[in-house]
């Protein structure tokens, strides 16, 4: 696959970035590589892009390994639409290209659709013959289209301005309200 | 600051880690990693850890690039409470550090209070004076605490069953009912 520079990597080399950034190189992210790559492919050379991804699990960090579009920086949107499929789109005029993948053509690479349902637990599924059928589907297991942002995805995030809580004394967006989420009773923590 | 194999970074390594992955060595991520550098001083060595970060700005990429917790591995949660602030926990027992940034400590150092609270605007902020202060003040501007995180947080995340939408054909969780979220009206795009 390839990143947002044209920096073609083997997939040896990819999987080495996915095992120091990810922790491991699971199949959703070489899978979500590819998806990267046609998505780039696509997309107008030089373009400013911002990305969303349908799905939290693995599809993001494809995207943040390849683009530079991350959670920190607000380029990289998750929404729990739970499909697995990726948007890269201008910035400013929000035009893209969705890929998603095509559950219509898993049938021909068994192992893959083993995976992705779950059919067997995974100490079951044969790692290398899933790689190696990821790796000859290659495109074959997508589907892209063209898509136009909603305009209100085309603002950019605003926090607005910055205030301290009078209970916690920490900082945190006034229009959260007179206090701040924390002790508004959203904290995870004791 | 270090990541959390305990391999130390110079400001300048950091650095550059930061423009290849966030695109600009933005001063959140420049706090990120020293914020993300107490927390781990005070974690046990060698135990399994996940984050919450507190805010989407800048400190998910902290630990991103630092930890092996990320958006895609599901072991970095982005909650939107809006306070500048992250938690690394035990993964099993919850028990952890938060380290926040503390808006009593700024008024020592007024460039990162001007940065932090928008006080002017970005360009006539004093660039490298604010990476000076953010250096000098080290662990200075930031309350650290143990916390423990409540059962829930404890649970790892679950897809459950995946089948396919009756709509659009691509596959979802089945949780999400009887068609996906995208065909209930949720996807972003035309
Ligand atoms: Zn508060
Ligand atoms: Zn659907």
């Known amino acids: 696959c390839r990143d947002y520079e044209g920096r073609e990597y083997t997939f040896e080399e990819y999987f080495q970035r996915i095992r120091a950034f990810h922790g491991y190189a699971a199949p959703g992210l070489i899978i979500g590589g590819r998806m990267v790559d046609l998505a780039l492919e696509r997309l107008p050379a030089g373009i400013l892009f911002d990305a969303i991804c349908e799905t939290s699990y693995c599809l993001p960090d494809a995207i943040q390994i390849l683009t530079l579009c991350t959670t920190g920086n607000g380029w990289l949107r998750v929404i729990h639409l739970g499909r697995f499929a990726l948007t890269l789109y201008d910035k400013y005029q929000g035009k893209g290209v969705r890929v998603s993948l095509n559950p219509a053509r898993l049938d021909a690479w068994p192992e893959v659709k083993t995976w992705f349902y779950k059919l ?13 059928q990821i790796r000859d589907a290659g495109s074959d297991l997508f589907t892209a289209r063209e898509i136009q942002m909603q305009s209100q995805w085309l603002r950019g995030r605003e926090l607005g301005k910055t205030v301290n809580c009078p ?16 002790c508004q009773g959203e904290a995870p923590y004791e």
């Open 167 to 182: 209970l916690c004394g920490e900082a945190f967006p006034e229009k959260h309200g007179a206090i701040c989420r924390g």
């Open 120 to 132: 067997k637990p995974k100490a079951e599924q044969d790692t290398p013959l899933l790689r190696q």
